[in-house]
């Protein structure tokens, strides 16, 4: 018999019941909620009168909708104070651990899983957000849901779900030095559309995500949503086993409880004789930074390079009239007005290092405003331990405090109509970071660069 | 959930590729707590400009009457949010026809009593070429163009269609199965 993909392993072993001519019943390891995406599913089960089947496999925060300033004062807008408040007391009611505004834990839903080490491989988790893709990084399955779904596991910790096929993606070779895990997955879904990979579930490989941090690994899995997957995921290594020790919920470290997970991790690998759906190759030394251009995150292209032609596609004309973008125009020198670093994408610590490495003993634009929003009070925190936000701040630069802020403009961080920002998050759709905002996405090195000149900028001269 | 069999309905055709859920709902509108009234939003910043005029160009004004949307390749791409769903039911949509669904939004539509139609896109470009009525059939997975006649067959999942013609959810079936979980969480511990 043919040997087994990492995804198939995962899957078969979480399947309670095959769906002989449908889904199957899916068991789910750990859940994460938010405040926008869960109060209807509270109300579901409690129309029911269902209990919360297993409420210690899930983990509440509140990020969508939270403001960015001033975050121990009571929240001005009632709508989103509403449904901040909602969350705290279906937590309490149902059990819940919730990490709040105010708690040191609050964050971002998919900074703070990994953080806290609520993510491990092996494990399925799921969010209603679709960004869960991102928790793949660790080898474990992880997608989105929608709010149905969200009561679905409440009631019987179980999804229903069909299988989805497989994909291969491979990227080998070495990364040119200013390429970033960022322009990797732009790269990836510049050339495979953002359907390129609808119905498949994605399993990165190579030595090109051998090489990345977890960060990089995070941010590659939380896109792979852009290319229409149902998720992504990289096998656990040593990177992902020295990442998760010591962490508050890994398995305690120095005694057997540790030894025998990791035992269980290193089984998680592709069987080598095992056969993909689908497989994609892609040399490395092929991708160079990248910057989207027009209204979805596969009108990606080389920072180098021009905005494409029109091709007569009435879609393509109308990104490129939405963003005022001129095709067969440099994209490199055309004015910023916004510079957006933060999102579950690249909001980590890592990610602000890049940042203030670039930005140190320099000033940002004058015609930018730049936002710097951690992903968590941890990587607030560890900012300022580490004297980061001196830098930023001296470079012009307002850091706020955590949540999604800007990538959906949910709270009062709004892209105002007409003007460009460049964003670290992952969706440019007409109007995403506020009603007629124009988002270029990029990588925390080019959103940097571009924050000191005030036009879209190659970082690669700022890297020594 | 209402069962759903048969509709015959004219068709609000939206000929655009890749429309994203934060086109059917944009995110400053998710604020609500419960799942109703989302249906005033669909499509806000297409329907209306800054200033909360009509866009009198707009499909959604011109033609009021339809309960079956059909769309450009690749209708639901983007955010995973149930709301596009509940936005479009609750504008009073039953189906939508489109050459391809993004995944999410396929099952979150299935989920809430819409229909999710793939057609060919030679199909779909027949039914923008005749803006015809159109007739879906759930339970012979039909679906036909009144004015032409032309007809193709579309794919649902048994269980899924189970679910539609009866009325019945994916709760009460996982429910169903509490021992089998129960004894799933034993043998893994
Ligand atoms: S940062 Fe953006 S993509 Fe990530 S969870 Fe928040 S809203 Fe979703």
């Known amino acids: 018999m043919a040997g087994k993909t990492l995804f198939d392993k995962l899957w078969d072993s979480h399947v309670v019941r095959k769906g002989e001519q449908g889904p199957d019943v899916l068991y789910i390891d750990r859940h994460l909620i938010h405040e926008v995406t869960s109060p209807q599913a509270f109300a579901g089960i409690e129309k029911r009168g269902v209990p919360l089947f297993r409420p210690k496999q899930t983990i509440a925060t509140a990020d969508h909708n939270v403001p960015t300033q001033n975050q121990h004062l009571p929240i001005k807008e009632e709508l989103s104070r509403k449904q901040v408040e909602a969350l705290k007391t279906n937590c309490e009611k149902h059990g819940v651990e919730l990490y709040g505004l105010g708690h040191p834990n609050q964050g971002i839903v998919h900074v703070i899983g990994p953080e806290l080490g609520i993510t491990q491989p092996g494990m399925t988790m799921v969010c209603g957000d679709s960004h869960t893709s991102t928790h793949g990084a660790f080898g474990s399955i992880a997608f989105g849901i929608g709010t149905s779904e969200v009561e679905q596991v409440f009631a019987t910790q179980c999804v229903l779900q069909t299988k989805p096929k497989s994909m291969r993606i491979e990227v080998n070779g070495t990364l040119n030095k200013a390429v970033t895990a960022k322009d990797i997955i732009l790269y990836i879904i510049s050339k495979l559309s953002t359907s390129g990979g609808t119905g498949y579930f994605v399993e990165f490989a190579g030595s090109a995500f051998e090489s990345l941090s977890m960060e990089g690994r995070m941010t590659v899995c939380n896109m792979s949503i852009e290319l229409g997957a149902r998720g992504g995921m990289i096998a656990p290594d040593q990177t992902t086993f020295d990442y998760i020790k010591g962490r508050d919920f890994a398995p305690p470290s120095g005694g057997d409880q540790w030894d025998k997970k990791l035992v269980y991790w290193k089984t998680l690998v592709t069987d080598a004789d095992a056969e993909y759906d689908k497989v994609v190759t892609f040399d490395a030394a092929d991708i160079a930074p990248m910057i989207t251009f027009g209204t979805n995150p596969a009108m990606g292209i080389k920072i180098s390079d021009k905005v494409p032609s029109a091709n007569g596609d009435e879609s393509f004309n109308k990104a490129l009239d939405y963003m005022q973008m001129e095709a067969d125009t440099d994209i490199i020198g055309k004015p910023v007005d916004y510079v957006f670093i933060g999102s579950c994408t690249n909001s980590r610590i890592e990610d602000l290092r890049a940042v203030a490495n670039i930005v140190k003993g320099h000033k940002k634009a004058e015609n930018i405003t730049a936002w710097i929003v951690p992903g968590s009070k941890r990587i607030e925190a560890q900012a300022i331990e580490e004297g980061l936000d001196k830098i930023l701040i001296d470079a012009g630069f307002e850091l706020r405090q955590p949540g999604c802020s800007a990538c959906l403009a949910m709270n009062e961080d709004k892209v105002p109509e007409g003007k460009y920002c460049v964003s670290t998050s992952n969706r440019n759709f007409e109007g995403r970071q506020g009603p007629g905002s124009r988002t270029m996405l990029a990588s925390p090195e080019t959103a940097a660069a571009t924050a000191l000149k005030g036009f879209v900028t190659d970082a690669t001269e700022y890297l020594n | ?189």
């Not at chain 2, 994203?20 to 910043?45: C, H, M, V, W, Y």
């Not at chain 2, 429910?175 to 043998?187: A, D």
């Open chain 2, 1 to 189: 959930m209402e069962k759903f069999t048969k509709i015959s309905s004219p068709i609000i055709p939206l000929p655009l590729e890749n429309v994203d859920t934060d086109q059917i709902i944009p995110a400053r509108f998710l604020k609500s707590t419960s799942r109703d009234g989302f249906g005033e939003n669909l499509f806000r910043d297409w329907r209306f400009d800054k200033e909360g005029n009509t866009n009198t160009d707009f499909v959604l004004n011109k033609i009021t009457e339809g309960e079956i949307l059909v769309a450009g390749k690749n209708f639901g791409c983007g955010s995973s949010r149930e709301h596009a769903a509940w936005a479009l039911t609750d504008y009073g949509f039953k189906v939508v026809v489109s050459s391809f669904f993004a995944d999410i939004f396929k099952g979150n539509a299935l989920n809430n009593g819409l229909l999710p139609v793939q057609v060919s896109e030679a199909f779909l470009q027949a039914i923008f070429d005749s803006s015809s009525e159109l007739e879906v059939d759930l339970e012979k997975q039909v679906i036909r163009i009144k004015d032409t006649g032309a007809e193709e067959s579309f794919d649902i999942s048994a269980y899924k269609k189970h679910c539609l013609v009866n009325g019945l959810d994916d709760i009460d079936f996982l429910l169903s199965n509490k021992e089998e979980i129960e004894k799933f969480e034993l043998n893994r511990n």
